[in-house]
């Protein structure tokens, strides 16, 4: 079985890893839905160009995923909900004594919560249908460690457990659960880190992407979000039927070191 004709749901997917998620699933026959926080024109634009690139349907639903009932909410619009790509996510850096709460409450809202509340929504729809898959994008950051992204890095371990749980809550339904962990892709998400720490180190752009962003990724290039929405692509096939409850990552060898 392939994804044609399968409707995904992809959160944060006006940017991004998300956005190429969503381009790829398309690309691979999928109705897609995107979302995020705000609703502007060029948002219901880019769903209107894959859908048209791609010949399929292409909606965009604004829902704020730092918010439980707007998440759960985001599945009962999206009437259909086959493939559900939990994706949305923030970033702040900071050492944990002067980690602001408001940003931790925020990273742990919407980097992790929101995958719960998502899922809740969408299992029933899955069970339904006969058929599922969430995928959850996670991080080498939810296997390992960085000093100053505490809430980052607890977020994203609490994903990969969540992954494990509903992989074994839906264990022997023809639905599965995985979370795909990449390391540096250049998305706004990291280009927003590359100022501050050329400033903190005195180095330009060049050392700062070589030596401290590609520091721990051995294969010294970013991933990027086509094969990160390859990899969702896999996840929903079939060949991928037994795959459930762990993580793959797409991060040029750093879980390796
Ligand atoms: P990005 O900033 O380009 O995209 C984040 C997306 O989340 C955007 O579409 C944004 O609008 C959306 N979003 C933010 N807050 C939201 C909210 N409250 N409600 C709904 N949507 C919201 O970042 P990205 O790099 O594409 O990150 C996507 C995911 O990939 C995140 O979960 C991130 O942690 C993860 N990730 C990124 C990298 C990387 O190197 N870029 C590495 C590992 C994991």
Not at 87 to 107: L, Y
Not at 114 to 124: E, I, K, M, V
Not at 128 to 133: D, E, I, T, V, Y
Not at 145 to 161: F, I
């Amino acid at each position: 079985m392939t994804v044609q004709g399968k409707t995904a749901v992809i959160t944060g997917s006006n940017s991004g890893i998300g956005l190429g998620v969503a381009r790829e699933l398309a690309k691979a026959g999928a109705n897609v839905v995107l979302n995020s926080f705000t609703d502007r024109d060029e948002d219901h634009a880019l769903a209107d160009e894959i859908g048209k690139e791609f010949g399929v349907t292409a909606r965009y639903i604004k829902a704020d995923m730092s918010k439980g009932d707007e998440c759960r909410s985001l599945i009962e619009k999206a009437g259909t909900c086959d493939i559900l790509v939990n994706n949305a996510g923030i970033q702040h850096v900071a050492g944990i004594d002067e980690f602001p709460t408001a940003k931790w409450d925020a990273i742990i809202a919407i980097n992790l919560s929101s995958a719960f509340h998502t899922t809740a929504a969408a299992l029933p729809t899955m069970r339904a249908a006969g058929w599922g898959r969430v995928i959850n994008i996670a991080s080498a950051h939810g296997l390992t460690a960085s000093p100053y992204k505490s809430a980052y890095v607890a977020a994203k371990h609490g994903v990969v457990g969540l992954t494990k749980v509903t992989a074994l809550e839906t264990a022997e339904e023809p639905i599965t659960c995985n979370a795909v962990c990449p390391g540096y892709v250049l998305t706004p998400l990291v280009e927003a880190q590359i100022p501050d720490t050329m400033e903190k180190y005195g180095m330009d752009r060049e050392t700062v992407i070589r030596e401290v962003l590609l520091d721990r990724q051995p294969s010294k290039q970013f991933a990027t979000v086509e094969e990160l929405g390859g990899t969702c692509v896999f996840l929903a096939s079939s060949a991928a039927n037994q795959i459930t409850g762990t993580t793959i990552s797409v991060d040029g060898g750093w879980t390796a070191l």
